[in-house]
């Protein structure tokens, strides 16, 4: 029978300390809502006595969510613990997190303590907090550069003071894998009363290592991880819950499982990088763009074969559209060929080969290679694409004005426009922008990136669109932001199928 791994989940809290990513109380629940969806087993909602704010979230995600475990950190301070008891008090299961500094820098330098009266203190903390709640989560802040020995003696006291969970948080990312395992093993061996409290992990990602560090530890003993979507938290993040996630889940020889539904990773990933404006690298494991997408010519021919040749995860497990492959001057004949047959061509050996060698040439001089450029490359000059661009934005909006937008597109040296209302005024321009086209356009995300810090400030926007099943991306770059938005609207129309001014769709 498999270990239960249980998640618990620190977006709202953790990941929310990014500058730029504050939410409020409407959006953590509505995150909060995914989260429960998605299966994960306890959600840090915040930091309750930090601001009203903080507050009123932890109180109003206790009120709607049934499953999950809502959990409110503290300080070893009883004036956090009586507001964090109270911004619990309408949860279904609750969890008070409170801890203290443990290593000697934090001991002596920043607590300016000692080591016994950090124990102590501790120990009172959790004493205090279980007058509220029984399920109680020690914190050893900077655990990870704790020594053993003392770590043992703080950790075994705070169990003896009713602990039932006690987090080894590697704090500035510093410890290396066997080292954090080789200390959760310590524990695991060395504390008296180790079976009566969960050992958990909460590793950041200062040198990379978040994800690494963190299933060490699940397989030296640890049985929660402490994780955010997308891996967004302080400096360099936190461990992200998607990869260890689907370690394990890749991994079943290993015997570990989660209760996480990977098949909404996608969807709760979009939906935090869009709410919190912080965009996921293409690069990133699992939820980036490029995760499942193949350019190299022996790759695409090996995943065209068989998927598992090059992917050893089906991105359907994780809610993502199915393996890109991408033209490139990289690629080769089977990717080509079979690019081309999905566009109704079919041709002898010795013609691909023709047609192959002129692909080349046309690779060369474009980055990527769509299906316009294929249907140029096969001679269909009326399916060639047209490019759509921005001739006019002009919108009107302010305290008490209903956004209106009004664009106008050149589409092959001819002018539509339309004049469209939104909830704002990026909305109001894509849906002026939408009717123009009058392609069911759906669009996944809007992510607006902060703006440069130089003397000419300059907004970006990343945006996701499907159409017809398949995803394209867009980024458009403007000194005003929903300019940049539009930019970025058109430059993922302009990577879809050929656009034809004579085709009913256009105005």
Known sequence: MADRLYIFD?????????????LNTEEKIEVAKALEELGVDVIEAGFPISSPGDFLSVQEISKVLTYPTICGLTRAVEKDIDVAADALKYAKQKRIHTGIGTSYLHVHHKLMSTEDE????????????KKYVEDIEFYAEDAGRTDNVYLARVVEAVIAA?????????????CLPEMFGEKIKYLMEN?????????????????GMATANTVTGVLNGARQV???MNGIGERAGNTSLEEVVMTFKSHKDLNIETNINTRKIHQVSRMVSSLMNMPVQPNKAIVGRNAFAHSSGIHQDGVLKLRENYEIIDPIEVGAHESSIVLT??????ALKHRLMVLGYTFTQDELQEVYNRFLEMADKKKDIGDDDLESLMGNAEKQKVVVKLDLLQVVTGKNLLPVAIVKLDIGGKKYQASESGIGGIDAALNAAKAILRRPLRIHEVLIQTFSRTSEEVGKVHIQLEWEGKIYYGFGSHDDLITAAVEGFLDAVNKMAPITVDQPHLA
Request: charge should be positive.
């Open 226 to 228: 402490e994780v955010t």
């Open 191 to 207: 504390v008296k009363g180790m079976h009566k409290a969960i050992i958990s992990t909460h590793c950041h990602n200062d040198l």
């Open 118 to 129: 950090v124990l102590e203190r501790a120990v009172r903390a959790v004493k205090y907090a």
């Open 162 to 174: 009713g602990a039932t969970v006690i987090n080894i948080p590697d704090t500035t990312g510093y």
């Open 10 to 22: 620190t977006t709202l809290r953790d990941g929310e300390q990014v500058p730029g990513c504050k």
């Open 329 to 334: 001057a990289r690629s080769g004949r089977a």
